[in-house]
């Protein structure tokens, strides 16, 4: 897509309810699958594995892309890769709903993720574009923008249930094409293109070039870890293949830390990780995701399989994590603004902790009334402490990288919901009995990722809010157009 229709004067608020459409469908796809793999399994035959991978392709596709995506949304444009992601997104949709076989779905969904991985980085640097001269009311942007897809991460089992219950689970991918549709008319109408946002400026900055090596490299060192992990518990940690998986997993890593350092355009530049604020943010992600996209596909499968209940009561099970993820994401808002990104991080993160450590205590015979307590816990500490950590990220990163900044962070997490999956997933493979097993497993798990993540909110800076630009709404304004222009 080298160029888009004229769009029409946009308004902040348009704007980030444009990029908001992209967020929530990338975040709809992550969770709404979960409620529907009994579904799934049952139609086309699939094992556990197959189904940790119908998640994972998704998700792996997502993370590994997403720093590319970042990098190419700074050469050839944010608003033109966020409208080609949509694009393809739709198309994998249709595939995925259209599936004959797993091996089909698998692919389609790893297409879908290709797509998300193009929208989600370039969705964050349109808003940075548009709110980056004033720190707080970004930090209230980036709070309604991540309250969107918080909740479409916590309605996706309740969306799921019901679209399933209704007209049977290839709906679930269908429902995004009239969102994708929306969503592509949006972009096209109300968000300005580089060149015309700011007429009176000129265009500043050199594309950086892309990665090739490194690509390649981060795509084989964490599909392999992933598959790693799926396999070892059907296989055995001794089987070839899972020995041969992680040995490839570390020396593809290593080979790509140590091309990072030395090419000239890096696709994950590592002096970012020099600085305190963002090395302890993503670090705070990796821990969030794998807990929380690790225990929705537990838990799927403990509603469907150990309590018998059908897609439509299991995702009404999860109706309280909606609630929570709305209040907490909107109030983070307006918590950062006041006191920075320390404080929501770390309340956020016991806050989970607190919800997890509940959860470890459930078993087959525990009411269903006993998990409304961490149903609420779980999702008011995440969207509390989300939305900080990203204002975090965006506030440590020049504004010439906001697309880049905004992908690693976002690759991290993904990557980290695909192990979460897949080791979550292996732990609680097998009867009823051991499923239950491995998610008291998972839950201590998760409880010590998220006191780890407590310690890491001490790590940022109280007040990175506050650095995120420059000190007045001038040169801001100057950054934030040097970042429309890459």
């Known amino acids: 897509m080298n160029s888009l229709p004229p769009h029409r004067p946009s308004t902040p608020g348009r704007l980030l309810a444009t990029v908001s459409v992209g967020f929530v469908v990338t975040q709809l796809d992550v969770t709404i699958v979960n409620i529907a793999l009994p579904e799934i399994g049952g139609d ?22 997403m720093l590319s995506a970042g990098a190419l949304g700074d050469r050839l444009g944010a608003r033109r890769m966020y409208a080609a992601g949509i694009v393809l997104f739709a198309l994998a949709s249709l595939a995925c709903g259209l599936a004959a076989q797993a091996a089909g779905l698998v692919a389609a969904r790893a297409v ?20 980056g001269h004033d720190p707080k009311l970004r930090a209230r942007a980036v709070g309604l923008r991540t309250a969107a897809g918080a909740i479409s991460i916590a309605a996706g089992p309740v969306v799921g249930g019901v679209l399933i219950a209704a007209f049977g689970w290839r709906s679930i991918f269908l429902v995004n094409l009239p969102i994708c549709a929306a969503g592509l008319l949006a972009t096209i109408q109300w968000v300005p293109r580089p060149d015309t946002a700011r007429p009176d400026k000129a265009r500043a900055g050199t594309s950086r070039g892309l990665d090739i090596g490194g690509q390649a490299l981060a795509i084989v060192t964490l599909t392999a870890f992933v598959a790693a992990v799926i396999e070892w518990r059907p296989l055995g940690v001794g089987h070839p293949f899972v020995a041969g998986s992680l040995a490839l997993a570390l020396i593809a890593g290593g080979a790509f830390v140590a091309l990072e350092s030395r090419v000239a355009s890096p696709m994950l530049p590592l ?24 225990m929705v596909f537990v838990l799927s499968l403990y509603l469907q399989r150990v309590r018998g209940y059908t897609p439509l009561q299991a995702g009404l099970a999860f109706l309280p994590l909606t609630g929570g993820f709305l209040l907490s994401n909107v109030v983070s808002g307006w918590v950062v603004g006041r006191f920075g990104v320390r404080v929501p991080m770390i309340v956020g993160a016991l806050t989970a902790f607190a919800g997890y450590t509940a959860l470890h205590f459930v078993d087959a015979a525990t009411p269903l009334a006993v ?6 816990l779980i999702p008011s500490g995440m969207g509390l402490a989300v939305p900080a950590m990203t204002t975090a990220v965006l506030a440590s990163a020049d504004a ?4 880049t900044a905004s992908a690693v962070l976002n690759t991290a997490r993904q990557a980290g919901g695909a192990v979460g999956v897949a080791a979550f997933g292996a732990l609680a493979s097998g009867v009823a009995a051991q499923l239950v097993t491995g ?39 100057a950054a934030s157009q040097a970042q429309q222009s890459r």
């Open 400 to 403: 010439s990288r906001a697309g």
């Open 112 to 131: 879908q993720g290709i797509g998300a991985a193009a929208m989600l980085p370039n969705s964050l640097a349109l808003l940075n574009q548009a709110y």
């Open 271 to 294: 002096t970012l990780f020099r600085q305190r604020t963002f090395s302890a943010a993503v670090l705070f992600g990796i821990c969030v995701n794998l807990t929380y996209y690790g």
């Open 439 to 477: 998610m008291h497993v998972a839950t201590a798990i998760s409880a010590a990722l998220l006191a780890l993540g407590a310690v890491l909110g001490c790590v940022v800076h109280p007040q990175a809010h506050r650095s995120a630009t420059s000190a007045t709404p001038e040169s801001g304004a």
């Open 44 to 65: 086309l035959q699939a094992s556990v594995a197959g189904l940790q991978w119908v998640v994972d392709a998704y998700t792996l596709a997502f993370a590994v892309l």
């Open 371 to 376: 998990l409304l307590l961490p149903f609420l």
